[in-house]
């Protein structure tokens, strides 16, 4: 089936820092792609989305784009947040066609005052 | 308007006991999903309803495991002899429709830890 491999954590910035957080993906077809995020105590939620190659997803400062020339889609923000630490998960559908979502193992982002 | 809810939150068992974890998605949402995530680690598919049927329960680990969706709302995840390895967060999410575009909604999860 597809899968996801995202960078491992956990990521430690300044407030005001650039963010990438890298995902990659194998999959036979085009799936869509989609970033997650779990802040602390919360549930898990979605942060963007995308459903077609070149299709830029973005919500909340953070952007990503379908890349299927490098089969990637990382998650980026120019300048992160304090409230922004949590832990963010890369998603896609098991195989194409299927409803349930294969996630990465996420990356922790701890943002610094 | 109301998110998915489970109930309990939190639940500890004795190994070889039974539990039941029950989810209520957001009305009107016709998928339900399980997933249970382990510390350190994204979701796993466990399975998925569409209304009152399993649409995919390739995810379920044996046959311990059982969900099911009588009247295509509200789902109960039974375990049955729980292993020490169950301990996990298991989490139900739901969307409006079945498309694969669709956003699935999550709930805060139930912890449950196996002694």
């Known amino acids: 089936g597809d899968s996801v491999t995202q960078m491992e954590g956990p990521v430690t910035l300044s407030e005001e820092a650039f963010l990438t957080i890298n995902c990659t993906y194998t999959?036979?077809?085009?799936?869509?792609l989609f970033w997650y995020v779990q802040y602390p105590g919360e549930g898990l939620q979605l942060l963007l989305k995308?459903?077609?190659?070149?299709d830029k997803g973005s919500n909340k400062g953070f952007e990503a784009t379908y890349r299927k020339e490098t089969t990637s889609f990382h998650l980026e923000k120019g300048s992160v947040q304090v409230s922004d630490s949590a832990v963010y998960f890369c998603?896609?559908?098991?195989?194409?066609?299927?409803?349930?979502?294969?996630f990465g193992s996420g990356t922790r982002l701890q943002v610094q005052p | 308007g109301a998110g998915v809810s489970q109930t309990p939150s939190n639940k500890v068992t004795e190994k070889g006991k039974y539990v039941e974890l029950r989810c209520d998605p957001i009305?009107?949402?016709?998928?339900l999903y399980w997933y249970r995530q382990s510390l350190g680690q994204g979701p796993e598919f466990l399975i998925y309803?569409?209304?009152?049927?399993?649409?995919?329960d390739s995810g379920l680990p044996n046959d311990r495991f059982f969900a099911v969706r009588p009247e295509g709302s509200v789902s109960t995840l039974k375990i049955q002899r729980t292993e020490r390895g169950d301990s996990a967060v298991y989490l139900c999410?739901?969307?409006?429709?079945?498309?694969?575009?669709?956003?699935?909604?999550f709930g805060p999860g139930t912890r449950l830890t196996v002694l």
């Open positions: 309803f569409q209304g009152t049927g399993a649409a995919d």
């Open positions: 995308a459903t077609k190659a070149d």
């Open positions: 009305s009107g949402h016709t998928a």
């Open positions: 998603a896609l559908p098991f195989d194409t066609g299927r409803r349930a979502l294969t």
């Open positions: 999410a739901s969307s409006l429709s079945a498309g694969i575009t669709d956003t699935q909604y």
């Open positions: 999959a036979t077809g085009y799936p869509s």
